[in-house]
């Protein structure tokens, strides 16, 4: 058992934080026991370790990351999706043929995950299944959670991303038999590209081993208008892009990650809520790509699930704290569009975003609660000058203009991460 003191902040519900000052979080099995203001009798002998005056809030979920793309994060912020992704996003993956190349660029993108307080991920990799798998081993060995993908796409791509069909289900059928500890941090999610990188008959296979083996499923959905005409021309049958996906079993028969969703409404939205399907809000690529402003608000009104990803190199910032920052930014775009009719997002709501809506696809993950994984950032905020501040306003400081040096300590299912030797 551990016990950890410090000033508490998370979020039960996404109206609010829960604030304890000086509080008490009683950890058991790397699970918590129970989060107090003041120790239970038989617990007053304990050890405590006594964080002082520094902040203990959840750790940080990234529920949609390009790990190949890692390199480019930062370039290539002047072009659209399309012409984006054969410019240079293709390009580069290609490269993950090299599995040196893949070791070394992982080893970056793993411990910047570490830094910046992303504690769990959900991961794209490339078509390459050896560097695929060297990635869900350098998230394990960093004692990190993760979901990695390793992509499939048999169209509209370059020859050297290309595979065929029997060869993407082997290697998938592989990843799932091999990463599949239930009690393990690190697991594998089937991962069609998009539907104009993927046939029918890739998306029919995938959606067999989503069905087969009840695996989750990631994607990307209406995140450019361009993209969703292409669509339209490549599956004429299906009624909207969602559809496209539903019809091969990848649209919630399964648990679904959708990144983006830009443009979802009408019976696209009905269907994400009908199959609880989670829409992953990326704000700084829709910025940085043009793509658009994703309905946040129309999403949480309609009980559809939403978690954040930073959907780097799409992307131009790791930090989950900044993507907090972008989806308040963005809904408050919205909000001035629709004459003040659409509510701007709250910190309390984006903060749930990033912790306990993101960690849910996880399990117990992303709040204080009773039963949950300890998983947990402890943050020194003393150099941002904070002696008038309540602890709402420290934190809401720090996810503004606070970074890395202030995140003290980092926490996984009750064991500290220290930082990745290599």
Known sequence: ??????????????????IIERGYIVVENGKIREVCATLPEALRTAEVVDFGDKLIIPAMNDLHVHAPQYRNMGMAMDMELLPWLDNYTFPEEAKYADVDYADKMYRRFVKHLWKVGTMRTVAFGTVHKTSTIRLMELFEQAGMGAMVGKVNMNRNCPDALCETVPDAVAADEELINTWNDPEGLVHTILTPRFVPSCT???????GRLAHKYNMPVQSHLSENKGEIAWVKELEPASTCYGDAYRRYGLFGQTPTLMAHCCYTAGEELELMKKNRVFVVHCPLSNCDLGSGMAPIR?????????????DISGGHHLSMFQVMVYAVEISKLHYAQSDKQMAFLTLPEVFYLATKSGGSFFGKVGSFEPGYDFDALVIDDAELNHDDYTLAQRLERFIYIGDDRQIAHRYVRGNEVLEPTW
């Open 1 to 18: 058992m551990q016990i950890y003191k410090g000033h508490i902040l998370f979020t039960k519900t996404p109206d609010k934080f829960d």
């Open 200 to 206: 029918p008959e890739m998306l029919t296979e995938i």
């Open 298 to 310: 129309t999403f949480l009104q309609n009980d559809i699930p939403v978690a954040l990803g930073s």
